[in-house]
Nanobody, 129 residues
Framework: QVQLVESGGGLVQAGGSLRLSCEAS????????MGWFRQAPGKEREFVAA????????FYTDSVKGRFTISRDNAKNTVYLQMNSLKPEDTAVYYC??????????????????????WGQGTQVTVSS
């Protein structure tokens, strides 16, 4: 059974940092892209960042560019999201997701929630002003 387990969320003041982790288990994730999404209360789930299997391609939504960094350690089946200069508007439940991805990699292919095959349970990030 495939499992994605997020950790690292918490409460932080504006300007602070958090590092989220997502550990995958239950199958080989060779060829899988990994993404981070978030959902704030009353809002739709939105794309945050994604990374290809090799780690050679990364994608970010505009609002986090320059502040967040996605990375992965395939030997550990783990993907990370380093979040710096956090703002109150970053407050949300953060989810990691995985999808099999072959061929040309485009932003559209990694930024749409419905195309992902597996999801974690989410971890809360709260940024106080």
């Amino acid at each position: 059974q495939v499992q994605l387990v997020e950790s690292g969320g918490g409460l932080v003041q504006a300007g602070g940092s958090l590092r989220l982790s997502c550990e995958a288990s239950g199958r080989t994730f060779s060829g899988y892209a990994m993404g981070w999404f978030r959902q704030a209360p009353g809002k739709e789930r939105e794309f945050v960042a994604a990374i290809t299997w090799s780690g050679g391609n990364t994608f970010y939504t505009d609002s986090v560019k320059g502040r967040f960094t996605i990375s992965r350690d395939n030997a550990k089946n783990t993907v990370y999201l380093q979040m710096n200069s956090l703002k109150p508007e970053d407050t949300a439940v953060y989810y990691c997701a995985a999808r099999r991805l072959v061929g040309v990699v485009t932003t559209a292919r990694v930024s749409t929630a419905r195309v992902y095959d597996y999801w974690g349970q989410g971890t809360q990030v709260t940024v106080s002003s």
